[in-house]
């Protein structure tokens, strides 16, 4: 499986997109989140909503969803089908009615499954998006009381929704067979509702080599080679997995 991250900013930055991403395997296009910016990154990178398989999402917040609403009607308007939407169970609901719900309905048009073909995934077990893509979704803390899942493809890459430090849950992950994580990561500290630089320098070097950083501000600059063993990830970038 191949990673390009459309956007690796944090929801303020104005630099760097929303941190959405592209995952390709084979020949299925995953689009991990769908952020305020991501209908123009995409664009950007040259693959059209209709090229896209399905969207996968962490959490309601805007840099994560803020997208849903064009990528509905681009595909019920323009292309004329669904599409396919993978989200853990307990995230439907409140996405169509604290989110999406104002700006889709229209007369009968008026539940989340009018305009997506909604998958509906439980945390904790294993799926499979298409040959060779699994996922399993882990419920990771971020904000008190609003549920949010960060992914675990193929056992070996975990990729954070939006979370607070766990170096529990790393070291744990590293343990387990994971060889690569993409951390949200807020430059500056306190942390609060994300990992901050100074939280994730407290791992070990032998966890450290395997995390790559996304999610920050506009400060990116005055941080590189200030990261210790962990990468960035920069945007645009296709990796291989
Ligand atoms: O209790 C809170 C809730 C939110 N926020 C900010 O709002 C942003 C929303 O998107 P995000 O989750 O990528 O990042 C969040 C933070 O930057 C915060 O600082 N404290
Ligand atoms: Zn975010
Ligand atoms: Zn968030």
Redesign the pocket.
Request: no cysteine; hydrophobic share 35%.
């Given at each position: 499986m191949y990673i390009t991250m459309l956007g690796t900013g944090?929801?303020?930055a104005k630099r760097y997109n929303n941190?959405n991403a592209l995952i390709e395997s084979g020949n299925y296009r995953l689009l991990v989140d769908c952020g305020i910016t991501l209908p123009k990154a995409l664009h950007d990178h040259g693959v059209t909503f209709a090229e896209i398989d399905a969207v996968l999402i962490s959490h309601i917040?805007?840099?994560?969803v803020g997208g849903l609403e064009e990528l509905a009607f681009q595909m019920m308007f323009k292309y004329g089908r669904k599409p396919r939407l993978f989200i853990e169970e307990s995230l439907a609901q409140p996405l169509w009615e604290h989110t999406l719900r104002g700006g889709l309905v229209q007369g009968e048009l008026n539940a989340l499954d009018h305009f997506f073909e909604v998958r509906p995934l439980t945390h904790g077990q294993t799926y499979e998006l298409a040959p060779g893509l699994h996922v399993k979704l882990i419920k990771t803390e971020?904000?008190p009381g609003k549920d949010s899942y960060s992914f675990l493809f193929n056992e070996t890459f975990f990729y954070t929704a939006?979370m607070v430090f766990n170096g529990e849950l790393l070291t744990n992950l590293v343990q387990a067979g994971v060889t690569t994580v993409y951390h949200?990561c807020?430059l500056e500290s306190p942390g609060?509702?994300?990992a901050c630089l100074d939280e994730l320098l407290t791992l070990p070097r032998e966890i450290q080599d395997h995390i790559y950083l996304m999610?920050y501000g506009d400060a990116l600059e005055d941080y590189r080679g200030k990261t210790g063993a962990m990468r960035i990830v920069e945007q645009g970038e296709k990796h291989k997995l």
């Open positions: 944090s929801a303020f941190n917040h805007a840099d994560h971020h904000i939006d949200d807020q609060v509702v994300h999610h």
